[in-house]
């Protein structure tokens, strides 16, 4: 009986370790990835070379990105004043979002500037009073004005 469990087993090692039947073993291993070859010419490889071996653009802010476009009366630190407008005119609602917290889009056309505000915020010297689809109220020094949403040009 112990002849016949090691003859099975020594056939068993024999078998494993010859490819029978041929190629079986080929079917269940991966391939080995093949790198892929291209024909580059002579300006590819210095254009590669120049992009990676070339220093960064330096970047130029013109403003300080920290400090905010409109100005609460809240923030003001010392020396600091918004622009003043003097006249209602001179500001243009662009458009408004209306949601939970409604924004509005103004533009400043003496500055040439587009703010974005929200109700309670200051933009020069007028505080945003309300928002809706229509338009804005503003109140500059107790005296409330509206700005409404110029028709469209035809």
Not at 12 to 35: R, T, V
Not at 49 to 60: A, I, R
Not at 117 to 125: D, F, H, K, W
Request: proline letters at 7%.
């Amino acid at each position: 009986m112990k002849k016949n469990i090691l003859l099975f087993i020594a056939v068993l090692a024999i078998l494993g370790a010859c490819d029978f039947p041929p190629n079986l073993s080929k079917k269940f291993q991966k391939p080995l990835p093949q790198p892929a070859l291209m024909v580059v010419s002579e300006e590819q490889v210095q254009l590669a070379q120049s992009v990676m071996w070339s220093k960064p653009p330096k970047v130029v802010f013109k403003r300080d990105v920290f400090r905010p476009l409109v100005v609460s009366r809240s923030t003001l630190t010392q020396g600091e004043q918004p622009a003043v407008v003097s006249d209602i005119s001179m500001l243009e609602l662009s458009g408004t979002l209306v949601s939970e917290h409604p924004i509005a889009f103004i533009r400043n056309k003496v500055e040439k500037k587009n703010y974005v505000v929200r109700e309670q915020e200051y933009i020069n010297a007028f505080k945003v009073l309300e928002i809706n689809q229509k338009g804005v109220r503003l109140n500059k020094d107790g005296q409330d004005f509206y700005l409404k949403i110029p028709e469209a040009k035809k």
